[in-house]
């Protein structure tokens, strides 16, 4: 080989090598131009996925929110209805709406958990949350309870409460801040994505400038623009279908409220149509029992009348018998009253075996001979904190349901003892000692219908004019309102059992009073309580009737009166007046009540007794009427008496007090 060959093959080897060197460095160059765009590509890609996580994520947040504020709303329309028609069944609604709400509320927590900040304000909202179920839960307790108004009072004072508005308030700061976070991030990862598609350009464009790798590198490059256009369309679907979902919500959302606000006026239809049929049972129920007491009234005054005329004998029981009458008609608005109002109770220790023997006479005259009455008493000696009368008048409206469901002929037998009831054994009682008083009779039963509803205001089984409907439920409120329960055993064909349920009292039991004016039908009892001196009295009363037999009832008492039809007309009386004693005023006049008339005359009553005379329970405030005393109409001779002496005597010792 010649010198000459030598030096161009060394030539070649040296070409040839710096070619290999060459391809070695740009191979080397195109890895790393691969390895550059593979990295790009996988951030481009992370990114990608992040910025679709927390889009989704994003909207999790805004639908889970959303529900919550649902459920609320779903829960408060519930309760709403609840506290309208007192239906059970609207208030199982209403219990699983807001459980619901909290299930949501929990699952929100849960998506938020990663944010600090959000999970700050997830606490506030569960504050908020709770308080707000508190507010819904005790107007939810009155209506279970019965206490319709004051179940509509709290209602209408919760709806627009600071804890419902703080709910709102951060349900809507929840969305807001996750709408903003979501709109930074996907800022942040936009411009992350442009970088990278710019850098990519660039590597591309050196890495063709590669001719070992020019083609790899550019494959390469087309690649990653493919998929990172395949990422792009993704994208862009999942905003699709996300926009998709939120206007199916949207949808939905839009025929709930549409089938709520139909459902809504179904329900006030319906309400309308039992509130009218209820007060057409009432009304023929009252009817009916105050066209038998004025029968008797009526009746008994037209014979005593003719006997007077004849000179008969039997004027006397006549007047007797009208005067039953007109107490019954007296014990049945009273009852009205107390049922329409709410009437607080008077209670004291009473021994429930005593009080039962007392009554032996009365349930006889009441439930008739064709009915058998038989007593049994445990021997326990336990005494109840109840209202005498209250539970009187219950233990009578059971027996004369008890007569009725046997239609006049069987057996009726009431039974007293004591029992220890563990925690929530019969209704909702707390475990302690309860007397229990058990009334059972071998009439016809109950049917499982007709016992879901038993308690029910104005539902009765008997025919439209025979009965209101009032008696069983004044019972179960009476039985509540005195920390018991009830329960009633029965099955049709086989009798009916009802056992009353009241906590035992630690205390001795009161003697019982005497009454003027009894709940039923007695026989007639002369009382005489003359005064102890003659008084001057000044009588104010709007109605003319009333105010003469008033006035006259006072005379026949020994007393001297003067009259006074109109309360602003009372001053002037007064100064008429040589002397004093006594004031007897209508609580409810024309310009001006009774207490507002007492408390205008300020000085000018110094050492003058004060009775107030009312129809009508609880309309007034007790506080409004100054510790003095009230007598209820209709009243007797004998109680008008009683309160006179009991007014005067009241005054004395005030006098007494304040002169030491």
């Given at each position: 080989m010649s010198e000459g060959q030598g030096?161009?093959?060394?030539?070649?080897?040296?070409?040839?090598?710096?070619r290999i060197l060459v391809l070695g460095l740009l191979a080397l160059l195109g890895l790393g131009v691969l390895v550059a765009i593979i990295?790009?590509?996988?951030?481009?890609?992370?990114?990608?996925?992040?910025?679709?996580?927390?889009?989704?994520?994003?909207y999790e947040v805004v639908i889970r929110a959303n529900q919550l504020s649902g459920e609320i709303s779903a829960a408060e329309a519930a309760l709403g209805r609840y506290v309208v028609s007192a239906d059970r069944t609207l208030g199982q609604q209403y219990s699983a709406h807001w459980a619901r709400a909290n299930e949501q509320l929990i699952r929100l927590q849960q998506l938020t958990r990663d944010s600090a900040r959000q999970q700050a304000q997830i606490a506030q909202l569960r504050r908020a949350f709770d308080?707000?179920?508190?507010?819904?839960?005790?107007?939810?307790?009155?209506?279970?309870?019965?206490?319709?108004?004051?179940?509509?009072?709290?209602?209408?004072?919760?709806?627009?409460?600071?804890?419902?508005?703080?709910?709102?308030?951060?349900?809507?700061?929840?969305?807001?801040?996750?709408?903003?976070?979501?709109?930074?991030?996907?800022?942040?990862?936009?411009?992350?994505?442009?970088?990278?598609?710019?850098?990519?350009?660039?590597?591309t464009a050196f890495g063709m400038m590669i001719?070992?790798?020019?083609?790899?590198?550019?494959?390469?490059?087309?690649?990653?623009?493919?998929?990172?256009?395949?990422?792009?369309?993704?994208?862009?679907?999942?905003?699709?279908r996300a926009a998709e979902l939120q206007l199916a919500v949207d949808t939905a959302t839009a025929e709930l409220r549409a089938e709520a606000h139909e459902r809504a006026q179904a329900e006030a239809k319906l309400r309308?149509?039992?509130?009218?049929?209820?007060?057409?049972?009432?009304?023929?129920?009252?009817?009916?029992?105050?066209?038998?007491?004025?029968?008797?009234?009526?009746?008994?005054?037209?014979?005593?009348?003719?006997?007077?005329?004849?000179?008969?004998?039997?004027?006397?029981?006549?007047?007797?018998?009208?005067?039953?009458g007109a107490n019954r008609a007296a014990a049945l608005t009273r009852r009205l009253l107390a049922f329409s109002r709410s009437e607080p109770l008077l209670p004291e220790p009473v021994e429930a075996g005593g009080l039962i023997a007392g009554m032996s006479d009365l349930l006889d005259r009441t439930l008739g001979d064709t009915i058998k009455v038989k007593t049994q008493d445990a021997g326990t000696g336990w005494t109840v904190w109840v209202d005498r009368h209250q539970l009187e008048n219950a233990l009578l409206n059971l027996a004369v349901n008890a007569r009725d469901a046997m239609e006049g002929r069987g057996t009726l037998t009431i039974t007293t003892g004591g029992k220890t009831l563990v925690e929530n054994e019969i209704g909702e009682c707390?475990?302690?000692?309860?007397?229990?008083?058990?009334?059972?009779?071998?009439?016809?039963?109950?049917?499982?219908?007709?016992?879901?509803?038993?308690?029910?205001?104005?539902?009765?089984?008997?025919?439209?004019?025979?009965?209101?409907?009032?008696?069983?439920?004044?019972?179960?409120?009476?039985?509540?309102?005195?920390?018991?329960?009830?329960?009633?055993?029965t099955k049709p064909g086989s009798g009916t059992s009802v056992m009353v349920y009241l906590p035992r009292h630690i205390g001795e039991a009161a003697t019982a009073a005497a009454t003027v004016e009894a709940p039923v039908p007695q026989a007639p009892v002369a009382e005489e309580s003359a005064p102890i001196r003659s008084l001057d009295i000044l009588v104010v009363e709007d109605d003319p009737r009333v105010l003469g037999a008033t006035v006259g009832a006072l005379q026949e008492l020994g007393h001297r009166v003067t009259s006074c039809t109109d309360p602003l007309a009372a001053?002037?009386?007064?100064?008429?007046?040589?002397?004093?004693?006594?004031?007897?005023?209508?609580?409810?006049?024309?310009?001006?009540?009774?207490?507002?008339?007492?408390?205008?005359?300020?000085?000018?009553?110094?050492?003058?007794?004060?009775?107030?005379?009312t129809g009508f329970a609880g309309e007034a405030e007790a506080d409004m009427f100054g510790g003095r005393g009230v007598l209820r109409k209709p009243f007797t001779m004998a109680s008008l008496a009683r309160a006179v002496s009991e007014a005067v005597d009241f005054e004395a010792r005030r006098a007494a007090q304040q002169a030491a």
């Open positions: 030096i161009a093959l060394e030539q070649v080897r040296r070409v040839t090598n710096w990295i790009l590509q996988q951030r481009t890609d992370q990114e990608r996925d992040r910025a679709v996580a927390l889009q989704q994520h994003t308080a707000r179920g508190n507010e819904l839960s005790e107007t939810a307790l009155y209506s279970t309870y019965k206490r319709h108004n004051d179940a509509w009072g709290s209602y209408y004072r919760v709806r627009q409460s600071p804890a419902r508005q703080a709910v709102e308030t951060l349900l809507t700061r929840i969305v807001d801040s996750e709408r903003v976070l979501l709109r930074d991030r996907t800022r942040a990862a936009g411009d992350l994505i442009d970088n990278s598609s710019f850098a990519s350009r660039i590597l001719v070992v790798g020019a083609v790899l590198l550019g494959w390469l490059a087309i690649a990653a623009e493919g998929e990172r256009a395949a990422a792009d369309a993704e994208a862009t679907a999942q905003r699709e309308q149509v039992q509130k009218m049929e209820a007060v057409g049972q009432l009304t023929g129920g009252i009817a009916h029992d105050f066209n038998n007491m004025l029968a008797v009234v009526l009746g008994g005054l037209e014979l005593a009348k003719r006997h007077l005329h004849t000179g008969g004998p039997d004027a006397q029981q006549h007047i007797e018998n009208a005067m039953e707390p475990a302690g000692d309860y007397v229990m008083i058990t009334v059972a009779d071998t009439g016809c039963g109950m049917t499982p219908e007709v016992l879901d509803r038993v308690f029910e205001p104005f539902f009765t089984t008997k025919p439209v004019g025979k009965g209101t409907g009032l008696g069983l439920s004044q019972i179960f409120g009476f039985v509540r309102q005195s920390g018991g329960e009830i329960a009633i055993d001053p002037a009386a007064i100064a008429g007046m040589a002397t004093l004693d006594l004031i007897i005023s209508d609580v409810l006049m024309p310009g001006q009540t009774g207490p507002e008339m007492i408390a205008g005359l300020g000085d000018r009553l110094e050492g003058v007794a004060v009775l107030f005379v």
